[in-house]
């Protein structure tokens, strides 16, 4: 019979098998943590020796290891095995071959259970400000892009159909703002992330005299997880953080399609930088806008891993199972493109070319000043709804003859309703509507400069 080489215990007398050797380990992905396992084993091995559960000379060495094995990994020298499962014990047993006895003592009063949910904390606070610096500079972005457009006028859309004139600039601060609740939610979820397990051990605690609180100020958490069990099987904070991630690019994912019509040559509202874009490899006049058709795509990993990992938790008894490894391959995912889609989109809304032109002609076009009409006969005493009628029969005569709306005499118009007058020219211009909606989140050019304003001192 071959001999027992399993790492965490004597109990076993036959060797794991191959395929449950591989099926079981998660080195090669939990790898990622091993900064972040280092750094919680280095505020762990300092309140034990605090605490006089280890000597001076035992956390020097530990300290004196941990560091040597930090330069191995970073420097790729590290010796990564599928035989010792996972990130923990391939670092505790490297520790212990360079430091020897003192080595041993390091896991004394914690387990991999609470110490890869510390791993996974440590790890995704740092995510989490990347991830609010990312939303930052994309919001820089559109501010740029939105300082040059306040008086760019596109037709406003809905049902994809043309509705009302409005500022470009006012529609690209409605992604700002979608921003600035993305950006809230995450930094929401840090509060429920910064807080420390380490210390729960197995699931019930550690009957050594342990300082949890200590631990806590070493590796900077704001506060000590209150219940041991919870500690080790609570993954709430990975959910929503895919959560948050999932409605960001979400946001980013209706941005994106937007991107793709306004650059059609339907729409021509946008040029996309061609360090953006790809040709085709058979028609020769083809740009295909691949950046946003990407992030569009993307969504539905992200959305994909928040499935994942609500379906792991689902029933899952407490307290810590080993479906929980499979925490990780989504997180890291979802980090990664998050990251990789913040970093793209922020470059991609810097170098984009704006036609004016093609903006305001198909806002001309759509009759978009409708409601305009509507309005002005309202405010000479017509009732909203008959107003909604005179306007509806005479934009269906403007289309018969062509026309827009502002395009037809004085005297056809009043065929519409005898109150219409010659200052209804003023407001069947784009500018003329888009101005006549000046109040607080409106689209007017002052409003939308205001807006810009306090959009700008949110970012300071
Ligand atoms: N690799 C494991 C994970 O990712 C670490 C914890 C293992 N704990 C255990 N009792 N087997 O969840």
Redesign the pocket.
């Known amino acids: 019979m071959k001999k027992n080489t399993k790492k ?1 215990s004597e109990r076993f007398s036959e060797p794991t098998s191959e395929i449950v050797k591989r099926f079981n380990a ?2 090669a992905f ?1 790898q990622r943590l091993a900064m972040y396992d280092i750094e919680g084993s280095l505020a762990h091995a300092g309140m034990l020796n605090k605490q006089k559960i280890i000597t001076a000379a035992d956390l020097k060495s530990i300290t004196k290891g941990l560091n040597q094995i930090k330069k191995e990994i970073q420097s790729g020298k590290f010796k990564w095995s599928i035989d010792l ?4 014990l391939n670092i505790e047993k490297r520790l212990t071959d360079i430091v020897g006895a003192p080595g041993k003592k390091l896991h004394t009063g914690r ?3 609470d ?3 510390t791993d996974m904390r440590l790890y995704l606070r740092e995510v989490v400000d990347k991830s609010i610096t990312q939303i930052e500079a994309l919001q820089r972005a559109i501010l740029t892009l939105a300082d040059q457009h306040i008086t760019t006028i596109m037709p406003g859309l809905t049902h994809l159909q043309i509705a009302q004139p409005i500022s470009f600039a006012h529609h690209l601060l409605a992604y700002f703002e979608m921003l600035e609740r993305d950006k809230a939610r995450f930094q929401e979820s840090y509060k429920r992330i910064n807080v420390l397990p380490l210390g729960a051990a ?1 699931l019930a605690g550690t009957s050594y005299p342990i300082d949890r609180k200590y631990v806590a100020k070493l590796l900077k958490f704001d506060a000590v997880m209150a219940n041991s069990i919870d500690a080790v099987s609570d993954r709430d904070f990975l959910i929503e953080f895919n959560f948050d991630a999932s409605l960001l690019m979400t946001h980013l994912s209706r941005w994106s399609e937007e991107l793709i019509m306004w650059s059609s040559p339907f729409f021509g509202f946008i040029e996309i930088s061609d360090g953006f874009c790809t040709g085709s490899s058979i028609m020769p006049q083809k740009k295909n806008p691949d950046v946003p058709e990407l992030v569009r795509g993307k969504v539905a990993r992200v959305n994909g891993h928040l499935v994942s990992l609500l379906t792991l938790m689902k029933s899952q008894p407490l307290a ?1 199972n ?1 479906d ?5 391959e989504p997180v890291f995912d979802v980090a990664d493109t998050i990251s990789d889609t913040l970093n793209i989109f922020a470059e991609m809304v810097a170098g984009l070319k704006v036609s004016k032109e093609s903006m305001e002609a198909a806002a001309f076009k759509g009759y978009s000043t409708a409601t305009d009409l509507a309005d002005y006969l309202v405010k000479k005493g017509m009732p909203f709804r008959e107003a909604h009628g005179v306007v509806a029969k005479a934009v269906k005569y403007a289309i018969t003859q062509g026309c827009d709306l502002s395009e037809l005499d004085l005297k056809v118009l009043q065929k519409f309703s005898t109150s219409i007058d010659q200052s209804v020219f003023k407001c069947l211009t784009l500018k003329g509507s888009v101005q006549s909606r000046n109040h607080f989140g409106g689209t007017a050019f002052g409003a939308v400069k205001a807006a810009l304003k306090r959009a700008h001192e949110k970012l300071v």
């Open positions: 965490w998660s080195v939990d499962e996972d990130v923990h387990s991999r259970n110490q890869v949910t197995a810590y080993k929980n490894q499979e925490d990780k």
